[in-house]
């Protein structure tokens, strides 16, 4: 059995025991890595030579036996928009293709106080704007279940190689879907926390009022215990939560008796396809024989989310993205005789058609005689589409649909239209304009593709989201398959 | 009818500090209004009464201690520039 196969606790089990070593497990990274990476195209960043002494440091540690951490030791990679000292990070744009982090970002600090070793950095649509990885400045991922299709985006590198089994697990970043599509696309456990739940210090930015951290990982508990790792107020970042972190593994009972879920009509409606809507009504069956129960609700303001989620968060992101102008770090342009066109010539060689497009829309949006007429109206419709949340959740534990409309598609076949490729979003979207937790689930498979269940849970209640999440794939085994590659 | 007109994604790209082809300009033209026209159906909405949500949670000024801490070292903050010059981001001139 390949080691990757065990989960976090069996490894760390493994580890105490002596059966395996830390180096043994960071060699077996590198050797799936060697032996697949040519088809899957994960990782942008190798960090072999640091990763190897470090499985040489962290062994000596474990041989005095005071490291009881469950991720000590492991094996994790990292999505090339959150920064690691002194490891390059690029958020797959050419604008910082040469970018040499001087500080962590506070996960980073946060994974390293708990023992993990990072292996690299995964490919990722530009900036995290997109759905298939296809917007990487560098290089195309492919879906482990099918070359021919994408894993997802953005965070398609991260669920890829989850998948693929070049590290147990990795850490992504959710602005509108980007950890539970592709975990959905790839058969993997993916959560996108609370807004303010993970510090988004070191997490480069795109829509600051949308973007969290999150975990990807092959099981449920191991999606807990990473989360239990980095979750956690921070001083670097004022927009995380000073709220108490539960013990989220605690929270893995098994028992969902009594459990009230709500299923959005908008979210199993058109457009929805029907293998996907047969796969989640068959897992609302499972919950049912668990002891929960379910009925039909409306989230009426779904349809404007769309809208919503591209005004605002390309007008965030046209803010944000106004640091890369080619004087601190990253690309400059040879081209400019003065300032003003060395900024210009700098981002437009930079940047790629996907960032521009969105940073065109979102100045757009702000530019004087358009702001209340977009921005601020996306802003108040925000506010509705987050009551309906509100008002659902007076009465339910949980939301559930699917993650995505359809399973995996083909690479190319939605790059020509930007609507269509956004339309793929549309049921991950009002969860981060809501703020709630949320996670994807793997709960069957059509055509050989993996489907996705999305359970969404209230604000900072992602112990009720991981108990409902765990007791579903401790009934079924759609988590033990694995793609032939 | 066009939402938006070419000289209009001209004027943003200037405003964005990018500078856009000709080619490029009919593109975004066509796609902006595209998504612009796919954006009006908020328009729908009655949102007269109801307040804008900047931000989910409710939080408001959060402080810390005034006490200074230090900076990041300056051959630290200048290992990434693409130009320097005594200690300092050196950029072209900004007059012609």
Redo the contacts between chains.
């Keep these: 059995m390949p080691l990757f196969d065990h989960t976090v606790s069996e490894l760390h089990t493994l580890l105490q025991k002596k059966e395996v070593s830390i180096s043994d497990l960071v060699d077996e990274s590198f050797r799936r890595i060697g032996e697949v990476e040519e088809k899957v195209q994960a990782f942008l960043t190798l960090n072999e030579e640091q990763a190897r002494a470090k499985a040489k440091e962290l062994d000596d540690q474990l041989a005095k036996g005071e490291e009881t951490n469950p991720l000590f030791g492991l094996p994790i990679g990292i999505k090339d928009n959150i920064v690691t000292k002194g490891l390059r990070t690029t958020c797959a744009s050419k604008i910082l293709y040469n970018f040499d982090p001087i500080y962590d970002a506070t996960v980073m600090e946060r994974l390293h106080a708990a023992g993990t070793i990072t292996v690299g950095k995964l490919n990722m649509d530009e900036f995290a704007m997109g759905s298939s990885t296809e917007n990487s400045g560098f290089q195309l991922t492919r879906n482990p279940w099918d070359l021919e299709r994408v894993p997802g985006g953005s965070s398609g590198g991260s669920a890829a190689a989850v998948a693929a089994g070049e590290v147990p697990f990795s850490l992504g970043s959710d602005t509108g879907g980007s950890i539970r599509q592709p975990a959905a696309f790839c058969g993997v456990v993916g959560l996108k926390p609370t807004y303010g739940r993970v510090s988004r210090f070191g997490l480069v930015a795109f829509a600051s009022s949308l973007d969290q951290i999150g975990p990807i990982t092959r099981t449920v508990e191991d999606n807990a215990y990473l989360l239990q790792a980095i979750a956690g107020v921070d001083p670097m970042d004022s927009t995380s939560a000073n709220i108490p972190v539960p013990n989220y593994v605690e929270a893995l009972t098994g028992d969902i008796k009594g459990l009230k879920i709500a299923v959005p009509k908008e979210y199993v409606g058109e457009g929805v396809e029907e293998g996907v809507r047969q796969s989640v009504f068959e897992a609302l069956n499972v919950l049912e024989k668990l002891g929960a129960t379910w009925e039909e609700v409306s989230l009426p303001h779904s349809k404007y989310a769309l809208a919503t989620y591209y005004l605002l968060a390309s007008s965030e992101a046209s803010a944000n993205l106004a640091r890369f102008d080619g004087v601190r770090y990253g690309y400059r342009t040879d081209n400019a005789k003065n300032l003003i066109d060395m900024y210009k010539l700098t981002r437009s060689e930079g940047f790629g058609a996907e960032v521009k497009r969105r940073i065109m829309l979102g100045t757009f949006a702000l530019s004087s005689g358009y702001y209340d007429a977009y921005y601020k109206k996306a802003q108040k419709v925000r506010t509705l589409i987050k009551r309906d949340f509100e008002n659902v959740f007076e009465q339910y534990d949980v939301i559930i649909g699917p993650t995505t409309p359809t399973p995996a598609f083909k690479i190319g076949e939605k790059t020509n239209d930007p609507l269509t490729m956004y339309m793929n979003d549309i049921l991950t979207i009002p969860v981060n304009l809501a703020g709630v937790p949320a996670i994807s689930v793997p709960c069957g498979f059509v055509d050989g593709l993996p489907v996705g269940l999305q359970i969404i849970g209230k604000h900072f209640d992602e112990s009720t989201v991981y108990r409902v999440a765990h007791a579903f794939e401790q009934a079924t085994d759609y988590h033990k398959q694995k793609p032939v590659l | 009818m066009s939402r938006?007109s070419i000289e209009?994604?001209k004027h943003?790209?200037d405003?964005?500090?990018?500078?856009?082809t000709d080619e490029?300009a009919e593109m975004?033209t066509k796609?902006?209004d595209?998504?612009?026209t796919?954006?009006e159906?908020?328009?729908e909405?009655d949102?007269e009464n109801?307040?804008?949500?900047?931000?989910?949670?409710d939080?408001r000024n959060?402080m810390?201690e005034d006490v200074p801490e230090p900076g990041?070292p300056r051959e630290?903050?200048l290992?990434?520039?693409?130009?320097q010059q005594d200690g300092q981001?050196r950029?072209?001139?900004?007059?012609?």
């Design positions: 938006i209009q994604v943003v790209a405003l964005a500090r990018l500078a856009i490029e975004f796609q902006l595209a998504i612009i796919f954006a159906q908020l328009n909405l949102t109801v307040p804008p949500t900047s931000h989910v949670l939080m959060v810390r990041l630290e903050v290992k990434n520039a693409p130009d981001f950029v072209p001139a900004i007059l012609e």
